[in-house]
């Protein structure tokens, strides 16, 4: 049996638990955060892991699939990249690495639809010849070979075994049927494979699909919502059943472009006492980066950089190799003369006194890529061309070890965690959220477009769920007042983005500012409120801002259409936004290479080549931490070169 178990903003996973304690009870998550974070929520509910199960859902397909089908190999997304591009090779003639990862995208996600390829055969020409024949070509593949599969080939060996016979007449064997509560919670998209395997498993067992209620009133027809059970055939109708939208009680802090670092350094020295839990800092942007995070004004950050550690790493040794071997992008060159190269490498790094051991990680694990990459080369000899190479590097970058939280600087408090707004269902329950919103992050409402043509989507929408952007940015709003509700939670939302953003303009609606824990107004906030025409020169006299000398007519309409941004463009002006340097100027070259020769020589009266290296990496590091300069590894690595070479000069000069 399967069921959609619809929850309120205030529901409890323990009431869950305890309405079906009778039966074995298994909770399902799409990703090991939230597996982690509810099993946090069902230990603070008293509720022990001896009693309730937490996996992911690719844990609980695993085990599945180990039980029922042990002889299927199940390939993740980085072995079959090789694999179907060691295949493309034998059928295609320089084909570019574009082009195939067009055709593998499109590959993967047909696949979540169907695996019959005939009734995709009619769509397939709306991507062009090439695509469409590599794609066609992939699904015949995988048809033909036996015990390889990828994740949807699973799902369906999973979902036909439940179906069958055999299967269903040994559960009706066992003392209970069911014996299991599945418990599939935190899903905002289900494929129609995995639609598939949900009603299949729920043949034998107790299958339910936890859903905001908020959400399934925002339901179509074509979403999966109502894909998972018979009766969900129309559309859902949100004016067939009354919700209540409950209010969601924080701190609301508005602030002027440009002004989101004044604001977040207030809140800091204002809103965090020395016994308190430090907040957790979601920014409302999809792909948080290092440089993104090193601009706020905060210390003691601690975020998760899944390409800091070891991507440069990679991104240094695919430079290496490929303007060595590769100087035009259809070049070859022999399996074994790369590898000799990666090996060499490998030696190399490993006699040095201070051994990069990252380096060598990276260097293992492209070695055993095209190890593997050229196993299911059928020919004699395997020849690797630059579109191969570039191929097994990004399969390279999808098995690097995962990243933990680092700290930007150390200190005996404990750290503020700043995340992308994408791991807000997953936070701590143990801080106060402060998510901060401002024009720089990624445009989050709107309707949002699919990348398929109209035309196709509307032939998919007969055999599977659509994933519909509108859909994910309810999900994305329900969870954002969801964890607002947290005691102590704050919003720093940029003004321009209410008014300009729909999205943002029905957040601010659901919050009720009136019971907010903490009173907090910004500078911005406070001039607005005072922004009349008798105080605002009071206030630029109290501030010491300097007065015009003349009123214009731009002036005088800049001040009848907002007083705020009349002050600020004429009688303070403020700089929109924070300009943060990613590279070294000429000049600065300059300046470094004179400090470094200067500094040598005030310590050494020789050159010594270990001595003159450590002394320009501990020169460069003191002048861009000065200058609040961030540089990738690659420059800092050219800019270090540079500097090694004509500082070397210099010294022997002097």
Known sequence: MINVHRYQHDFRLDEIVGDSAELKTVFICPSPSLADTTRGKLNAAGIGLDEVAVNTVSGFIAGESKKICPDLKLLNKSQMLLLLRSLANRYFKNLSHETFICAFDLFSDLRSYTLDLSLLIEVLDEFGQEVSALVKLFFLELQQVGNIADEHLVYHQLA????????????????????????????????????????????????????????????????????????????????????????????????????????????????????????????????????????????DLSFKAPSDLFYCELEQLEEQLTS????????????????????????????????????????????????????????????????????????????????????????????????????????????????????DSSRLGGSGNSSYPRSVLSFLATIGPVRRPQLQHEFLRYHLLSSLRREGSILLLESEIELEDGWWSEVVKRIDNSCSSAKIMTDTQKIGAEATSSSLLKLATKQQAVLPKWIT????????????????????????????????????????????????????????????????????????????INLSSIDFASSEVEVVHYTENGIRLL
Not at 345 to 361: D, F, G, V
Not at 400 to 427: A, C, F, T, Y
Request: one cysteine or more.
């Open 160 to 299: 036909q075994a439940y179906r069958s016979p055999a299967s269903l007449e040994m559960a009706h064997q066992r003392d209970q049927l069911p014996i299991y509560n599945y418990l599939f919670y935190g899903f905002s998209h289900l494929s129609a494979i995995q639609v598939d395997f949900l009603r299949s498993l729920g043949i034998r067992e107790n299958v339910y699909v936890l859903l905001p209620d908020e959400i399934y009133h925002h339901g179509k027809s074509t979403d999966w919502i109502a894909w998972l059970n018979d009766n969900y055939t129309q559309p859902i109708d949100s004016k067939k059943e009354s919700v209540v939208v409950d209010k969601t009680s924080c701190s609301l802090v508005r602030f002027a472009a440009g002004n989101l670092g004044n604001s977040l350094q207030d809140l800091y020295q204002n809103q965090i006492s020395a016994d308190a839990p430090p907040p957790h800092i979601f920014m409302m942007e999809l792909d948080l980066d290092f440089n993104r995070i090193n601009s706020l004004p905060l210390p």
């Open 324 to 439: 060595r071997w590769f100087s035009a992008p259809f070049s070859r060159h022999g399996q074994e003369q790369l590898i000799g190269d990666i090996d060499q490498y490998i030696l190399s790094e490993s006699s040095l006194p201070k051994c990069n051991y990252r380096r060598i990680k990276v260097a293992l694990l492209l070695h055993s890529a095209i190890d593997e990459f050229t196993a299911h080369d059928t020919g004699d000899e395997c020849v690797l061309g630059y579109a191969d190479l570039k191929l097994i590097f990004m399969s390279v970058g999808l098995r690097l070890p995962r990243i933990s939280s680092i700290s930007l600087k150390h200190s005996n408090r404990k750290s503020l965690l700043v995340s992308s707004v994408k791991e807000i269902e997953s936070s701590s329950l143990d801080r106060p959220l402060w998510v901060v919103a401002s024009s």
């Open 553 to 628: 007519a731009s002036s005088l309409q800049s001040y009848l259409d907002c007083p705020r941004k009349y002050y600020f463009t004429y009688l303070d002006p403020i700089s929109p936004r924070v300009t943060i340097q990613h590279v070294l100027q000429p000049y600065q070259l300059g300046e470094i290479e004179h400090l470094v020769i200067e500094h040598y020589l005030s310590n050494y009266t020789e050159l010594v080549e270990q001595k003159h290296l450590l002394t320009v990496r501990s020169v460069m590091a003191r002048y861009l931490k000065t200058h609040k």
